[in-house]
Each structure stands twice: as C-alpha cells, then as structure tokens.
C-alpha cells in the first residue's frame, strides 16, 4: 500500500511502469521462498522516471534508500569506465553483490547507464541471477536487481507516437504491446550494455519494464510536485510558463517533451523570485 500511494503521488504518466512495479514487487514479497532474485530492467528516455521509480522502490525495501548500506547504486561510465578493464570489472562486481548478500539477502542493487555499460561486465552477475538455491553457500533469492537504461527509448517512443496517431489513448498501451520489441531490440542493441547477453538468453529479466515519453500534462505535474515539495503555493502560471519553455517532439505537434521533467528544477528556479 505504501509503495502504491508513493508512486500515485510521485511518478506521473507511466501508468504501465507504475502497474508492473507493483505486481512484480508484490508477487515477490509475498513469496516465503522465491526461486529466484527479482529482475527488472526499466527502459524509456531521460527523465521519465527511471532513477525516480527505482528510488522509491528501494525506499520501500529500506527506509533509507539510497543512503542505505543494503543499497548499490553502480554507474557505468563512473565504475565501469575503461573497456580493456572489463575482466577485473566482472571480478570486482561478483566479489562485491557476494560480500554484500552474504551480509543482506534482501540487497537492492541498481546498475544506471546500462546503455553505456561495456559488453560483457553485466554478464558477471548471471550466475547471482539464476535458479540457484545456493552460490558458493550463499542465496541471492531474496535479492532485487534492477537495471536503467535509455536504450530500447526510440522503441518506445515509436510505438506511443503510433499509438497516438491512431487515435487511442495513451493509457491504453499495455505491456504486451512494448515488451517483447523490448526485449528483442535491447538484446541486439550493441550500446545497451545487454548486447547478446546471457542474462536476456536465459530469460532471467523478471519484466522489460517501458517508461514512456511524457506529454506536457505530465511535466505539468511535475512542475506542480516539485513547486509542493519546495513549500510554494503553486502557481499555474508558473506552472504554464515552466511547461512552455521545455522543448517537444515532433517538432510540428509537439507532444513529448524531449527531456521529460529532467530540467523542471533547474527552470522552477529561474521563476523563483
């Protein structure tokens, strides 16, 4: 219940995102004994939501997140950088989720900038994500992994704009619809960091989870959100001149916002004063 009315109150126009969340974490929870850790991989532009969604649910598992010790937040371009580094990378990764689980089973590690991630390091932890009891003495079934990245973006864009275009509505989209063009394009993707991945060929990704681009209703939510969390009353002209000046695709229609609500903060500043 808690981590529902987070996301109904926090993570706006991502009503696929939001459902799937919550069944997969749900259905996880409850089960004494999982066969297997929770897998999800979140898939969509910058600042639909990805990081947002995979804050909040780490909250949910540990009430102080990201500061949280049983909390790990891996960057590619920051932990990951140098391609001829990557068998020291595997290395380090495995002794590290092992360390780690062994002094948590209910760990939550998030791995951002999948899309830039080298191929081959996220391989590493295949053998962590499998229908294992055990590891080397030690179960990572009570773990949760979850992967950002912008690639399969394009994919989902596409389909919305479709969706769009035919006259239907956007919370129509079903899961059915993105996730297997998901799946499918990420696998053969060479800069999504799952590029032939055995993680994809052994069907160990729970749900392809598709964030999807949002419309300047939904940055006027976050205009309004953000204006609430800061204590402001809000303003709808503010909220108006903060929604004009983000810049839409296509060019003609201007639906989606390019960046999502990713610079809202930086532009509410501005208006501050």
């Not at 259905?27 to 600042?47: D, I, Q, R, V, Y």
Request: glycine share 6%; aromatic share 10%.
């Amino acid at each position: 219940a808690a981590l529902k009315a987070q996301l109904d109150n926090r993570l706006f126009g991502q009503h696929l995102a939001k459902d799937v969340v919550l069944k997969a974490v749900l259905g996880f929870s409850n089960n004494p004994s999982p066969k297997k850790p929770l897998m999800l991989s979140l898939h969509g532009w910058a600042g639909t939501g990805k990081n947002f969604l995979s804050q909040i649910l780490a909250e949910q598992v540990h009430p102080a997140g990201l500061r949280s010790k049983f909390v790990h937040l891996f960057l590619a371009t920051l932990h990951f950088p140098h391609h001829d580094q990557v068998k020291l990378y595997k290395e380090q990764l495995q002794n590290w989720i092992r360390g780690n689980v062994s002094a948590c089973p209910s760990s939550v590690f998030i791995f951002d900038e999948m899309d830039k991630m080298h191929p081959g390091v996220i391989d590493a932890i295949k053998p962590f994500l499998d229908y294992y009891e055990e590891v080397d003495g030690v179960s990572y079934r009570k773990a949760i992994f979850i992967f950002l990245s912008n690639a399969g973006g394009d994919l989902i864009n596409k389909a919305a704009l479709d969706f769009w275009a035919s006259g239907k509505r956007r919370e129509d989209i079903q899961l059915k619809d993105l996730e297997p063009l998901l799946s499918v394009g990420v696998f053969n993707n060479k800069n999504s960091g799952l590029w032939h991945s055995s993680i994809i060929d052994r069907n160990l990704i729970d749900y392809f989870v598709p964030f999807l681009p949002l419309e300047q209703r939904h940055v006027k939510m976050c205009v309004r959100a953000e204006m609430a969390a800061r204590g402001y009353a809000v303003d709808e002209k503010i909220v108006q001149e903060v929604a004009n000046e983000m810049t839409y695709f296509p060019k003609e229609q201007r639906i989606y916002s390019d960046k999502g609500c990713k610079t809202v903060q930086a532009k509410l500043d501005i208006h501050e004063d």
